[in-house]
């Protein structure tokens, strides 16, 4: 398993802890409205990773990282008050991410140390043939390896 599965892993289970995860995307059948690194046609949260970067080294083996991403939420935006609507799910889905205080611990001495969100950014990013719409808001996680 990579860096990135591991901490893939981890982001399914926090983001379907989030408050503000529609309940339409938690009803999605078979756990599919949640997905790591994929876009789905339908209503969902994606998250998707854009690559991370060692930070700093330190003497004794372990390192700080980081890892860029987004976190965009798929819906049938078809007005503007959906597609605002949808905007600010995205919105707040980033903000819970940097709010959160307890972070969690991930395998292998890793640590989550923040979630940065980009300040109001949400964009639409694409439409499917169905006229599902994403918005799309950057986030930077942090941790370290000891």
């Known amino acids: 398993m990579t860096e990135y599965d591991k901490v893939g892993e981890m982001l399914l289970e ?7 995860v529609p309940q339409s995307v938690k009803n999605v059948p078979q756990g599919m409205g949640i997905l790591i690194d994929s876009t789905g ?6 998250i998707l990773t854009d690559g991370g970067r060692v930070k700093k080294r330190n003497v004794i083996g372990g390192f700080e990282a980081v890892i860029n991403m987004q976190i965009a939420y798929q819906s049938k935006a078809d007005t503007n008050s959906k597609r605002i609507n ?3 799910t995205a919105n707040k889905i980033t903000g819970w991410l940097g709010d959160l205080e307890n972070l ?6 890793r640590t989550i140390t923040k979630f940065e969100a980009s300040g109001s950014y949400a964009s639409r990013d694409s439409t499917t043939q169905d006229g599902y719409v994403a918005f799309a808001a950057d986030v930077v996680m942090e941790y370290e390896v000891d």
Do not use: D
């Open 14 to 20: 926090l983001i379907a802890e989030c408050p503000h």
């Open 41 to 46: 046609t339908g209503l969902g949260i994606f």
């Open 86 to 88: 949808a905007q600010e």
């Open 104 to 109: 969690p611990k991930l395998t292998g001495n």
